[in-house]
């Protein structure tokens, strides 16, 4: 049988008003009182009308977090399920959506579900989706601004130094040709020009392919022998390895190949991929913890001082 306010109130002996206020922190009561509504109202299993409450504050117990198409090994994964578990805990409800949707989805639903708050914890919102946001008189709560640095942009610095130290000077950047999925492509991009400029070394060359083995061959090969190619993630790495196997080319002497994202089957091809790997595990901890603070009003826990830890993974491809 379904637990109303009427219920709560009899049971902790108030007002139906009383429960109603003390559940959405409003109203002056003594700590007693709310104490003893709040333990009945979890006794009993109770949950207050998400509609009504809405109409009540303005907002919606429902929080977005706009993800990108791609991702980062398990990280995005992990991510969204712990930030589910922990706004769940704070009685609120997350809903995913693809950055690249068109703003007018964005729009539409903000106006309809009226959410608590926005967040873009990976990719920064877009001027659009900025300005339908604030006009509606939604929080934005942009993790990805206010981290202050790019680990992108690292992952880019991190390629060129490792192929650098191979004895590699030409080098190519490839990324995935669907932009949707290439979300973290051109900071990754910029990362290796950067390190090839203060190194002495020659521009990177950019490329971008989709994920098949005859467009990755003919890419390939315009490309001369003892390149070294930076790619947006293993999967373009495997697509370029099987190129190379369709060209009779080696890897790495003809060819070097280093990943990003050190999934399991970068490790299950021959050669073995040559890859980044991303922990960020304490980081995205403190980072939801964070969220959930700033969203349902509660003390603000200290941020992360470094976002990520970057690690190479050594295979046998570059």
């Known amino acids: 049988m379904t637990v109303t306010s009427d219920d709560v109130a009899r049971a902790a002996g108030v007002s139906r008003p009383a429960v109603s206020q003390i559940l959405n922190g409003r109203g002056r009561f003594s700590a007693d009182t709310i104490r003893r509504v709040e333990e ?3 006794a009993m299993n109770y949950h207050p009308s998400a509609a009504a409450r809405t109409l009540a504050t303005g907002t919606s117990d429902v929080v977005i977090a706009l993800v990108p198409n791609t991702t980062f090994g398990t990280n995005l994964q992990d991510f969204v399920d712990f930030l589910t578990e922990e706004l769940a805990r704070a009685g609120l409800i997350l809903v995913l959506r693809f950055a690249s949707s068109p703003v007018e989805l964005l729009e539409h639903f ?44 690292r992952i880019g610095q991190l390629q060129g130094e490792y192929l650098a130290s191979k004895g590699h000077r030409h080098l190519v950047y490839a990324h995935l040709r669907d932009a949707r999925l290439d979300v973290f492509g051109d900071a990754r991009e910029q990362g290796l020009a950067d390190y090839c400029l203060a190194h002495g070394i020659d521009a990177p060359t950019s490329i971008r392919l989709p994920l098949e083995l005859d467009e990755a061959v003919s890419l390939l090969r315009t490309l001369p022998l003892g390149t070294a190619i930076a790619c947006y993630n293993d999967d373009v790495a495997i697509a370029l390895l099987g190129a190379a196997r369709e060209l009779g080319r080696r890897v790495p002497e003809d060819v070097a190949l280093m990943g990003m994202d050190a999934t399991r089957i970068g490790t299950l091809v021959a050669p073995r991929l040559t890859t980044i790997k991303v922990e960020a595990a304490p980081a995205m901890d403190r980072m939801i913890r964070d969220v959930v603070s700033r969203v349902s009003g509660s003390a603000r826990p200290a941020r992360p001082t470094d976002p990520v830890v970057l690690t190479v993974v050594t295979g046998d491809s570059a």
């Open 110 to 153: 903000i106006t309809t579900v009226r959410p608590r708050a926005v967040i873009a914890p990976f990719v920064a919102p877009t001027a659009a989706e900025r300005e339908s946001i604030d006009a509606a008189g939604i929080t934005l709560i942009d993790l990805h601004a206010e981290g202050g640095r790019d680990e992108n942009h």
């Open 40 to 42: 009945t109202a979890a």
